[in-house]
């Protein structure tokens, strides 16, 4: 269920004026100008006509995650120092990097593997601290089978017949929410 402090942000990234969504939820313009102010708190059925409404448009308007995400990936062999990989995330201001081997993802470096490594990181190569590596999609996936999988990882690899095209991290998603 969407939060009703969001219905604005939502209305506005649809390019809706209140009048025009209103008639789309089949409620009163006013009540969408109460909602937004936050002076009123709708009936739970209101609020139910309002998320269908959103639901609804966004099923139509949603892109693809190919319009959000990162195409020009940092990335780091399975072999190359762990303190070398993490002083380049650093300098990128980057906090995961996928790990190929060859060609083929085999991981991800995170800050929080760095750190559960802190002690031991210039004697180690990137494998020994790598995580599992991340899910991939599709670039024509759309984004809400992104916002689901970045509940439960900290990124999702775009792939194309196996090559990797692009990443989306949580950061971006909400990048593309709330405007860059």
Not at 128 to 136: G, L
Not at 142 to 165: Q, R
């Amino acid at each position: 269920m969407f939060e009703l402090v969001n219905l604005k942000r939502i209305r506005k990234s649809l390019n809706l004026t209140q009048h025009s969504f209103a008639k789309r939820a089949n409620v009163s313009q006013s009540l969408i100008a109460k909602i937004e102010a936050n002076k009123i708190d709708p009936t739970y059925s209101k609020v139910k006509q309002i998320e269908e409404a959103i639901e609804t448009l966004l099923s139509h308007e949603e892109v693809t995650v190919d319009s959000i995400m990162t195409k020009h990936v940092l990335t780091a062999t399975h072999e190359e120092s762990a303190l070398g990989v993490i002083k380049k995330m650093s300098e990128k201001g980057i906090s995961q990097l996928p790990v190929l081997k060859g060609t083929q993802v085999v991981g991800l470096v995170t800050e929080t593997s760095a750190i559960e490594h802190i002690d031991k990181l210039k004697k180690l190569k990137v494998e020994e601290i790598m995580k599992e590596s991340p899910p991939t999609v599709a670039p024509e996936a759309k984004l809400s089978v992104v916002s689901s999988l970045l509940k439960y990882y900290p990124a999702v690899l775009i792939t194309k017949k196996g090559e990797l095209k692009g990443i989306v991290t949580k950061s971006d998603l909400l990048k593309s929410v709330v405007g860059k």
